[in-house]
């Protein structure tokens, strides 16, 4: 998985708890994102970084925040889960805005 | 009209055959063009980039790009059974930076 790494692979959580998701590279890369995959919907775009402290907003970034404080860390946070949270969450790295390339995945479900 | 089409499947076809996986995307200014491979369950794998119109080939695969007519597409040749998998377009659009995946076409390989 190109050095990528998230954390955790799985949660389970209620409804209005704060979560934090965390994807880590060894690659150095300068860019990192972070995506949602749900059935029928693809993959989506929530927040991606261009640099530390550089972030922007992606697709569907309402209900998420994130921070890049060094480069090899890039966090996600959802304030306040809701049940239209349950998603698999995938982190992806890239040298430049082109190529990218995916972690593992987390599979969070909001009860 | 969605940024970025494919028909979802499954595609089935025989070991030995060539598969054949369109997509078709709106931004006219698009400039750069992914194929991901997703196994189930797996994250999405980088298989192939193409920038220019024509085909690009790399082992088994072949893209094809047509910028006038707003497609790429992805021809698999000697299908394996282990090429079933989806297989999502992905297109950075005219605004720069972000990929816009399509839904993904599932394909099975049947022996």
């Known amino acids: 998985d190109a050095g990528i790494t998230q954390s955790p692979r799985h949660k389970v959580t209620e409804t209005g708890t704060p979560v934090t998701l965390r994807c880590h590279q060894t690659e150095n890369h300068r860019y990192m994102y972070w995506y949602r995959q749900d059935p029928g919907h693809g993959l989506r775009l929530i927040h991606y970084s261009y640099g530390v402290k550089d972030t922007d907003k992606g697709e569907v970034s309402d209900g998420y925040s994130v921070s890049r404080s060094k480069t090899e860390d890039f966090l996600l946070t959802l304030e306040s889960a809701t049940s239209s949270q349950t998603s698999v969450y995938f982190c992806?790295?890239?040298?430049?805005?082109?190529?990218?390339?995916f972690g593992p995945g987390t599979r969070l479900t909001v009860t | 009209q969605k940024e970025v089409e494919q028909n979802s499947g499954p595609l089935s076809v025989p070991e030995g055959a060539i598969a054949s996986l369109n997509c078709t995307y709106s931004d006219r200014g698009s400039q750069s063009f992914f194929w991901y491979r997703q196994y189930s369950g797996k994250s999405p794998e980088l298989i192939m980039f193409i920038y220019s119109n024509g085909d690009k080939e790399d082992g088994r695969f072949t893209a094809q790009l047509n910028k006038a007519s707003q497609y790429v597409s992805l021809l698999i040749r000697d299908s394996q059974p282990s090429d079933s998998a989806t297989y999502l377009c992905?297109?950075?659009?005219?605004?720069?930076?972000?990929?816009?995946f399509g839904q993904g076409t599932e394909l099975s390989v049947k022996p």
């Open positions: 992905a297109v950075i659009g005219n605004q720069g930076g972000k990929l816009i």
């Open positions: 992806a790295i890239g040298d430049s805005s082109y190529e990218q390339y």
